[in-house]
T-cell receptor, first 117, second 111 residues
Framework: SAVISQKPSRDICQRGTSLTIQCQVD?????MFWYRQQPGQSLTLIAT?????????ESGFVIDKFPISRPNLTFSTLTVSNMSPEDSSIYLC??????????????FGPGTRLTVL | QKEVEQDPGPLSVPEGAIVSLNCTYS??????FMWYRQYSRKGPELLMY????GNKEDGRFTAQVDKSSKYISLFIRDSQPSDSATYLC???????????FGRGTSLIVHP
């Protein structure tokens, strides 16, 4: 299994500013994923981050808005840039690792609750 | 039409009731079906994992997949207040590591 921590757990930010969210995993993993969870909406994948390469972004998400770093196999950051109230959401970090229910189980961090004023 | 449809609820039931949670989907290529449980202010955790059609049981939880109807269900027997959470269905195609999630159903089990 994998245990994931995220910092900060929540933040309130002013529009136009940027916030960097950190994700730390207790084991080495190949791929890390960043999701957005907006109220009443399904989990939406923002990007996949592999160590040593550029992140792969899903349709509707761009690197200039959501730059991602992946400096090693246990850590990643997601920056939400030039924020607007529409960016208010929960941001979740996720990894794939062997687990009790599946050899390829997806584990999630507790999330970062972002409010943009 | 969304690829995965899930009624957001809330679904409120008394303790001890049998709960039925459901999702429908449109992509016939989906082969892996999951149910996640998400407590308030926590990340989702995998509850049930099923490949293709059929039933899978784990304690009080039973997952059913009917691919002919593109319909999946999660049953919770003898529901407890600790089962109060949001339940998200998710599914993906063979060879894809990116699941498509439903919106989640909020379940409230009251004593």
């Amino acid at each position: 299994s994998a245990v994931i921590s995220q910092k900060p757990s929540r933040d309130i930010c002013q529009r136009g500013t940027s916030l960097t969210i950190q994700c730390q995993v207790d084991s080495q993993v190949t791929m890390m994923f960043w999701y957005r969870q907006q109220p009443g909406q399904s989990l939406t994948l923002i990007a996949t981050a592999n160590q040593g390469s550029e992140a792969t972004y899903e349709s509707g998400f761009v690197i200039d808005k959501f730059p991602i770093s992946r400096p090693n196999l246990t850590f990643s950051t997601l920056t939400v840039s030039n924020m607007s109230p529409e960016d208010s959401s929960i941001y979740l970090c996720s990894v794939e690792a062997p687990g009790p229910k599946s050899y390829n189980e997806q584990f999630f961090g507790p999330g970062t609750r972002l409010t943009v004023l | 039409q969304k690829e995965v449809e899930q009624d957001p609820g809330p679904l409120s039931v008394p303790e001890g009731a049998i709960v039925s949670l459901n999702c429908t989907y449109s992509n016939s290529a989906f082969q892996y079906f999951m149910w996640y449980r998400q407590y308030s202010r926590k990340g989702p955790e995998l509850l049930m994992y099923t490949y293709s059609s059929g039933n899978k049981e784990d304690g009080r939880f039973t997952a059913q997949v009917d691919k002919s109807s593109k319909y999946i269900s999660l049953f919770i027997r003898d529901s407890q207040p600790s089962d109060s959470a949001t339940y998200l269905c998710a599914m993906n195609e063979v060879g894809s590591y990116i699941p498509t999630f439903g919106r989640g159903t909020s379940l409230i089990v009251h004593p």
